[in-house]
């Protein structure tokens, strides 16, 4: 058994993001099926998609609670459909044989990014987590990433080997906006002083949020910890990311001090 490696699922790859509420299952089953060929210990957090961003941005819930807006009912909806969400994440681990235990962010996280409080819980076999509508001290709530939390196990866990960010419909970080790159624009070492063009942050942060991944992974590298981002529709990759062999993808690394 190796050591520990941190994966994220990316909401945009295990869901349809442009249809409320509708999953990928084919890439959970890939994804899942991965998982379990590998010896490591596994901590996955996935993603949103449509089961999140659409009502939390109709609501405005990563705002807090907003004046005029009667946010609760959305609360509790954008909770129980991330809860649905990650009940299919579980059945497809299950089915492949892996023994997971989920911990839904909201019963014991409190406040979003990456200083957010709570005792990051751990069970013998697969930790799962999800980006989620979290209680905040100062806004009511707020919305926890799936990346700020991988952020935090990555850190701190004692034996993380690697972290490995899988995402939807791009290879990796691009040099140009994905709909005009070639496999010649994957960036394949990226650190943070190579900056992202403003028209290409904003357009890959649309298509997946890689912007605050490649944020979090440079601060995970920073503390000696390796990061790959991969195209999560290849279960090859995948699981050659998790495992540490040469893969395509984009590795993050800390940029010089
Ligand atoms: C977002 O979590 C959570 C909600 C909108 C409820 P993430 O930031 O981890 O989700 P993706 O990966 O961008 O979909």
């Known amino acids: 058994m190796g050591g520990t490696v941190v994966i994220k699922w990316g909401g945009g790859l295990i869901t349809h993001k442009e249809h409320l509420c509708t999953v990928n299952s084919e890439v959970i089953d890939s994804l899942a099926a991965a998982c379990s060929r590998s010896d490591k210990k596994l901590v996955i957090v996935h993603g949103a998609g449509s089961f999140g961003h659409m009502k939390a ?35 497809s681990l299950t089915k492949h044989g892996l023994h997971a235990q989920t911990f839904a962010p909201h019963t014991w996280a409190k406040g979003t990014g990456p200083k957010f409080e709570g005792e990051l819980p ?29 952020f935090r196990y ?24 994905p709909a005009r790159a070639g496999p010649e624009d994957l960036i394949e070492i990226w650190d943070p002083s190579m900056f992202f063009e403003g028209d290409h942050a904003t357009e890959i942060d649309v298509t997946g949020g890689i912007g605050l991944k490649a944020s979090r992974g440079a601060m ?38």
Do not use: H, W
């Open 57 to 91: 941005k109709k609501y405005r819930l990563a705002e807090g609670r907003v004046d005029g807006i009667f946010q609760n009912d959305a609360i509790a909806e954008v909770r129980s459909d991330m809860l649905e969400l990650n009940d299919l994440v579980m059945q």
């Open 122 to 150: 751990v069970c013998d076999g697969v930790t799962v987590l999800f980006g989620d509508v979290v209680a905040d001290s100062e806004r009511e709530f707020g919305i926890l990433s799936g990346d700020d939390i991988v």
């Open 154 to 177: 990555a850190t701190e866990l004692p034996d993380v080997e690697r972290v490995v960010f899988a995402i939807g419909g791009v290879d990796g970080i691009l040099k140009i906006p």
């Open 220 to 257: 995970i590298a920073e503390k000696g910890i390796e990061v790959t981002l991969v195209n999560g529709e290849y279960a090859d990759r995948v699981l050659a990311a998790i495992e540490g062999r040469a893969v395509i993808g984009t590795r993050i690394v800390a940029g010089n001090p």
